[in-house]
């Protein structure tokens, strides 16, 4: 089988992608994948690593800048060319696409050439380049059910999950003594995303100063840009850890009892994946306010909290981590109702889609 991958600018589109590869190159011996991203942004680093055959394209986004928005449609026609070349020499089965504005002129082309097509959405709310795809390719995959019918024009609209959840259940684990936790204790993570956030960092050393005399410990992770800021001047209690950055977050939160967190795509597949309860802090910074929706998927099912950023203050932060920890009832009821929003088979119902439509 013959694949052609595209998704890029961010993790939460990317690591979807290399979830279905991961498991597509288990199930098919002789699997060739060719991906194509963007030539400048984080995927370019990150799938060559895998040795996976990779093409790099100009593109940009959208801004409010005419002059870059002109030379970008001239980009865009350029990008389209460029991959009716690379799809017709390289001949694939199936184009997948996993979100980003590099995905627009592969699919574009693909549809052009007859290759079949597939398209997952992450958020839950629907991108600008998946809305406008959705009607050119032939499925399209949704990570919650509520985006079901956000794709009025496609011709098939499925429920999958995302399958970047299943990779938190099969990692490596780290064990709270690992990384010198008391085992005995519950533990909090709080992580504002793999770059941290600096509009949340002040907030955070409240909470984190309030937490010293609470009966759980904290591991917060301040990402690497804020780090040595962060601890200059300051000794923290014995519960309390803070790292620049923990490589597979998800091996530590298989030992986690509560996460406060952003709501970015991948974050909210693996926390569903181990139905683990969370505080969510939605990153208002993100386009179309996704990360808000996100959250609110899994509050109205009772399946976790939100506070808004501008909201948030240190004290309300540690009242909320500290009355659900020891509101037993609550907690188990969260778990539940976790258990029963998430999908732990996402990338083996993506494949056998695949495998339908190239039939």
Do not use: W
Request: with cysteine; hydrophobic share 40%.
């Amino acid at each position: 089988m013959k694949v052609v991958v595209s998704a890029g600018g961010t993790g939460g589109h990317i690591y979807p992608a290399i979830a279905v590869l991961e498991k597509l190159k288990k199930e098919i011996k002789d699997l060739d994948v060719l991906y194509i991203g963007t030539k400048n942004r984080m995927e370019s680093e990150i799938i060559p690593k895998r040795n996976i055959k990779y093409v790099g394209i100009e593109i940009y986004g959208f801004s409010k800048n005419i002059l870059r928005d002109v030379k970008n449609i001239f980009l865009i026609n350029k990008s389209y060319r460029k991959c009716l070349k690379i799809l017709k020499e390289y001949e694939p089965d199936i184009v997948l696409g996993f979100g980003g504005y590099v995905t627009y002129p592969v699919l574009k082309a693909a549809k052009k050439l007859g290759i079949k097509t597939f398209l997952h959405e992450q958020n839950s709310i629907v991108g600008k380049t998946n809305k406008y795809l959705s009607n050119q390719v032939d499925l399209v995959a949704v990570s919650f059910l509520s985006t079901l019918n956000k794709f009025p024009r496609a011709k098939r609209v499925i429920y999958t999950g995302n399958p970047c959840g299943e990779n938190a259940l099969t990692t490596k684990e780290i064990k709270k003594s690992d990384i010198g936790l008391d085992v005995k204790k519950k533990l909090v993570i709080v992580v504002a995303g793999s770059l941290g956030s600096s509009s949340l960092n002040e907030k955070l050393k409240e909470f984190l100063r309030l937490s010293k005399k609470s009966d759980y410990q904290v591991v917060y992770i301040t990402g690497k840009n804020h780090y040595e800021e962060f601890i200059k001047g300051t000794r923290f209690a014995n519960n309390i850890k803070v790292l620049p950055y923990l490589d597979n977050l998800a091996g530590l939160m298989r030992n986690c009892d509560l996460m406060v967190t952003r709501a970015g795509a991948s974050t909210m597949s693996e926390i569903l994946a181990l139905n683990l309860p969370a505080i969510f802090i939605p990153s208002p910074y993100v386009a179309g306010n996704h990360q808000f929706y996100n959250a609110l998927e899994v509050v109205k099912n009772s399946a976790g909290l939100m506070i808004e950023e501008n909201n948030l203050t240190g004290e309300e932060l540690y009242l909320m981590v500290t009355n659900l920890l020891s509101d037993k009832k609550e907690y188990e009821i969260m778990k539940m109702n976790l258990r029963n929003l998430g999908k732990s088979d996402s990338s083996d119902i993506i494949i056998k889609e695949i495998k339908e439509l190239i039939k």
